[in-house]
């Protein structure tokens, strides 16, 4: 056994598991393609252990290795990359439409309503459907922030350094993100299922 | 007085950091009168939870598929 760094265990690595298999999933939409890149990004770490820096910066250094395992698989089934490149960013989409969500003066634009039972709709199989549909109808870029920090569980400056985004354009995104996608399920699922039961009721 | 705007801005940094004593003490008091940015704040939360159960569900349905 090679000696290697104290500040790199097993452990240590380990922990980042679970958030490099989130990563990978969102980019491979397999999960053995995914627990395969994740393997070899780990056991790829250990053996180049002397290379890394700072403790600091593991997480990013890991998904630094993963990036490229993601990038061999699809150099190896010779296909397109389809799914979502993390790196590409389209700068300026959705730059206005905050604006539809509250007037001039900052008060709402219609704005918020009451919802019954969020809970509940976690257990139903359409509530998923729907969340999805809101999920893929945010601008692309915005999307790709959101779901690096709420699907995968990056940090906020993690976030930045992958996309490139400044701290304070991230604050704008996450917040037009949430004011978006909370719209939408309202719209598409929370009115929905309240008009369902009025009519029900009448 | 902050208006809805940012006070629903400081909801979601809020999400993404700590916030100060006095940023979350206007948050606390703005969202006591106004029922829709308090909305707004449950909501976001339940958004993150949705994002995790979302991430979960993508997986489950994936095992299902291979």
């Given at each position: 056994m090679p000696n290697k760094?104290?500040?790199?265990s097993e452990t240590l690595l380990a922990e980042h598991r679970p958030v490099l298999f989130r990563y990978a999933l969102l980019q491979l939409r397999d999960n053995e393609l995914a627990d395969d890149a994740v393997q070899e990004t780990l056991l790829a770490a250990w053996q180049s252990a002397?290379?890394?820096?700072?403790?600091?910066g593991l997480r990013t250094w890991l998904i630094g290795i993963l990036k490229h395992k993601i990038a061999d698989h699809w150099r190896r089934s010779n296909r397109e990359v389809v799914t979502t490149d993390f790196d590409q960013i389209d700068n300026q989409d959705g730059e206005a439409d905050e604006e539809a969500f509250f007037m001039n003066n900052g008060h709402w634009n219609a704005g918020p309503t009451t919802w019954n039972d969020p809970e509940a709709a976690l257990k139903q199989q359409e509530f998923w459907t729907i969340y999805e549909t809101c999920q893929n109808n945010l601008p692309p870029k915005m999307a790709k922030v959101f779901m690096l920090r709420e699907l995968v569980g990056l940090e906020a400056e993690e976030v930045c350094r992958e996309t490139g985004l400044s701290e304070a354009n991230y604050w704008v995104t996450m917040h037009r993100a949430r004011l978006r996608l909370r719209e939408c399920l309202e719209i598409r699922w929370f009115n929905q299922s309240k008009a369902k039961k009025e009519k029900r009721h009448a | 007085m902050r208006s809805c705007r940012d006070i629903t801005a400081l909801v979601s940094q809020g999400l993404d950091k700590k916030l100060s004593f006095s940023e979350r003490l206007a948050i606390k008091v703005h969202v006591m009168m106004c029922s829709r940015c308090r909305n707004f704040q449950s909501q976001s939360q339940f958004i993150r939870k949705a994002a995790q159960g979302y991430s979960e569900q993508l997986r489950n349905r994936l095992d299902k598929k291979s």
């Open positions: 760094p104290d500040q790199l002397a290379n890394f820096a700072g403790k600091a | -």
